[in-house]
Nanobody
Framework: QVRLVESGGGLIQPGGSLRLSCVAS????????MNWYRQAPGKERELVAT????????HYGDSVKGRFIISRDNAKKTLYLQMNSLKAEDTAVYYC???????WGQGTQVTVSL
């Protein structure tokens, strides 16, 4: 059974940092590209970052470029999102996605507020 489990969200002040994790199981993690998405209240789900199966190439949405870093540890079957210089507009539920498996995690809430 394909499963993605996110963790690491929480309440953080503007300018702070958080690292999200996503542990995968049920498929060959190291063979597939992975994504992070986010969805803020009342807005459509937005692609935040993408990483290739070997981690060699990444792509970021314009709103997070230069602040967020996507990475992966294939030996641990874990995807990461390092979020720096957080802003109020980064507040959203963040989802891990395995696009070729059609799989989504349950999401983890990130709230950026004083």
């Amino acid at each position: 059974q394909v499963r993605l489990v996110e963790s690491g969200g929480g309440l953080i002040q503007p300018g702070g940092s958080l690292r999200l994790s996503c542990v995968a199981s049920g498929f060959i993690f190291g063979a597939t590209a992975m994504n992070w998405y986010r969805q803020a209240p009342g807005k459509e789900r937005e692609l935040v970052a993408t990483i290739t199966s070997d981690g060699a190439n990444t792509h970021y949405g314009d709103s997070v470029k230069g602040r967020f870093i996507i990475s992966r540890d294939n030996a641990k079957k874990t995807l990461y999102l390092q979020m720096n210089s957080l802003k109020a507009e980064d507040t959203a539920v963040y989802y891990c996605n395995a696009p070729y498996m059609g799989a989504w995690g349950q999401g983890t809430q990130v709230t950026v507020s004083l």
